[in-house]
């Protein structure tokens, strides 16, 4: 009987000091698009890290501001006959003091197909729902919503965004510069419509 899931492209793991001590958790901003947005994408053929992302004419990356130390990533696989699918969630804080940014939030709950690019709180950048196997893009998360105002003057009054998807890759690191701010700056060139 023939293998059909061989063990093969697996490394032996020994983490560097800097991966045993990396800070956890996400910072306070995020970038969101829809992948039927994305034009393009490239990974390094060495690192495997995201190094550009295009956007189609017309489209554009978001940004959302929130608090350090509220938000989080989860990942994780599950088995199906088919293979692994690789859980993306990102949990965010959503503040707002507008209608207009309700209203924002409003038309981002109606896409089906979101990806996030997240700040670490290691000084790394991670994609969330982008990167699909073999080159191709992720099908891309959803995204759903709870809070309110609460109770009390001390009580969160926001909307927790929580980011959903199964893939078939991991989120993958980026490296769109030369360091985290070189990787801001990159991601903020997005944000206007692309010619």
Do not use: W
């Amino acid at each position: 009987m023939s293998l059909c899931s061989p063990l093969t492209g697996a490394i032996d793991f020994a983490p560097s000091c800097n991966a045993l001590k990396k800070k956890g958790g996400i910072s306070k901003r995020i970038y969101y698009g829809s992948v039927d947005d994305v034009a393009a994408y490239t990974v390094d053929a060495t690192t495997k890290e995201l190094k550009t992302l295009v956007m189609k004419t017309g489209k554009r990356l978001y940004s959302a501001t929130g608090k350090k130390y509220t938000n989080n990533t989860t990942l994780g696989n599950t088995q199906n006959t088919n293979g692994p699918l690789f859980q993306h969630q990102v949990v965010f804080g959503f503040y707002y003091d507008t209608q207009l940014e309700k209203e924002g939030y409003e038309a981002l709950a109606g896409t089906d197909d979101i990806f996030t690019i997240v700040e670490l709180n290691s000084g790394k950048m991670e994609a969330y729902g982008l990167v699909g196997a073999n080159g191709g893009k992720a099908e891309g998360m959803t995204v759903t919503s709870a809070g309110g105002s609460g109770t009390a003057a001390a009580d969160a009054s926001n909307l927790v965004l929580t980011f959903v998807g199964e893939e078939d890759k991991l989120p993958v690191f980026c490296a769109f510069g030369v360091d985290l701010a070189a990787d801001i700056a990159y991601l903020d060139g997005l944000k206007t419509p692309a010619a």
